[in-house]
Nanobody, 127 residues
Framework: QVQLVESGGGSVQAGGSLRLSCTAS????????MGWIRQAPGKTREGVAA????????YYADSVKGRFTISQDNAKNTLYLQMNSLKPEDTSIYYC????????????????????WGQGTQVTVSS
């Protein structure tokens, strides 16, 4: 079992930045996938970014590539999502997720179906 708690959401104007954090607890050792997924009301779920906690490889959705950066601090069991040049279309609830069944290249295709999810944090970008 892995427990995930997000923080860092909020409201910002277009062009601004936010950093989301996700603290993991429980069975967090070893190599597995973690990532960020977002979902806005009435819209489909979108996998934003993923990372292999052991290998360090990362994946980004085309919609955020070059603007968002996923990173991890293994000593703190914390996952981050640095979001720059935010756009109104980035407005959504952002969820941290993890799955110990996958690692490496499997992080990307299974991101939206990861087993463990946090409660979500709201990000609102105004124009």
């Amino acid at each position: 079992q892995v427990q995930l708690v997000e923080s860092g959401g909020g409201s910002v104007q277009a062009g601004g930045s936010l950093r989301l954090s996700c603290t993991a607890s429980g069975y967090t050792s070893g190599r597995y996938c973690m990532g960020w997924i977002r979902q806005a009301p009435g819209k489909t779920r979108e996998g934003v970014a993923a990372i292999d906690t052991g290998g360090g490889s990362t994946y980004y959705a085309d919609s955020v590539k070059g603007r968002f950066t996923i990173s991890q601090d293994n000593a703190k069991n914390t996952l981050y999502l640095q979001m720059n040049s935010l756009k109104p279309e980035d407005t959504s609830i952002y969820y941290c997720a993890a799955d110990r069944r996958f690692y490496g290249s499997a992080c990307r295709p299974y991101l939206e179906r990861f087993a463990y999810w946090g409660q979500g944090t709201q990000v609102t970008v105004s124009s």
